[in-house]
Antibody, heavy 117, light 112 residues
Framework: EVQLVQSGAEVKKPGESLKISCKGSGYSFTSYWIGWVRQMPGKGLEWMGIIYPGDSDTRYSPSFQGQVTISADKSISTAYLQWSSLKASDTAMYYC??????????WGQGTLVTVSS | QSALTQPASVSGSPGQSITISCTGTSSDVGGYNYVSWYQQHPGKAPKLMIYDVSNRPSGVSNRFSGSKSGNTASLTISGLQAEDEADYYCSSYTSSSTLNYVFGTGTKVTVL
């Protein structure tokens, strides 16, 4: 069974750093693109960036380029999304999702990030 | 890359059929047969309902169907049920983004 399991909710202060994770199982982790999707409170879905764990090819949406870093450790089938300096506007639910042959077919359960002073 | 355009809300009574539109351009919806639809219940992760315009993943009810005409894709839910009340997002392959995919603005479906 394909699963993407994300790390737990985080509460941070502005200016702090953060790295959240997404562990894949039940499939060949290195053979599928993994993406990160932001959903701000009460808003829609936005692609932030994607990574191909097989060769670490990484692409970012222009809106998120320079604001976050996406990485992956294929030895432990885990993708990461990190911030070096959080802002209140980063408060959102973040999903990882697998891009399969049949579209974005599997999603993590989401990680809620709250940034507040 | 701008989001694809969906109506903010659509409603219907149990048993009725409703259709949600998703309008893009020739660089996305109109240019490729890679339109997907996702259902999202409150507090839950999105779920793939339709891929490649009109294909249903295993386990998705045949009450859900997809189609496309020109730059507009559509999701039809027939025999509307209370459990169908959710947000729905379309997504399309696009040649206008380095990420190759763009979401729609989302539609809230209400079962009256």
């Amino acid at each position: 069974e394909v699963q993407l399991v994300q790390s737990g909710a985080e509460v941070k202060k502005p200016g702090e750093s953060l790295k959240i994770s997404c562990k894949g199982s039940g499939y060949s982790f290195t053979s599928y693109w993994i993406g990160w999707v932001r959903q701000m409170p009460g808003k829609g879905l936005e692609w932030m960036g994607i990574i191909y764990p097989g060769d670490s090819d990484t692409r970012y949406s222009p809106s998120f380029q320079g604001q976050v870093t996406i990485s992956a450790d294929k030895s432990i089938s885990t993708a990461y999304l990190q911030w070096s300096s959080l802002k209140a506007s980063d408060t959102a639910m973040y999903y990882c999702a697998r891009r399969g042959i049949q579209g974005t077919d599997y999603w993590g359960q989401g990680t809620l990030v709250t940034v507040s002073s | 890359q701008s989001a694809l355009t969906q109506p903010a809300s659509v409603s219907g009574s149990p048993g009725q059929s409703i259709t949600i539109s998703c309008t893009g351009t020739s660089s996305d919806v109109g240019g490729y047969n890679y339109v997907s639809w996702y259902q999202q219940h409150p507090g839950k992760a999105p779920k793939l309902m339709i891929y490649d315009v009109s294909n249903r993943p295993s386990g998705v009810s045949n009450r859900f169907s997809g189609s496309k005409s020109g730059n507009t894709a559509s999701l039809t839910i027939s025999g509307l049920q209370a459990e169908d009340e959710a947000d729905y997002y379309c997504s399309s392959y696009t040649s206008s983004s380095t990420l190759n995919y763009v979401f729609g603005t989302g539609t809230k479906v209400t079962v009256l």
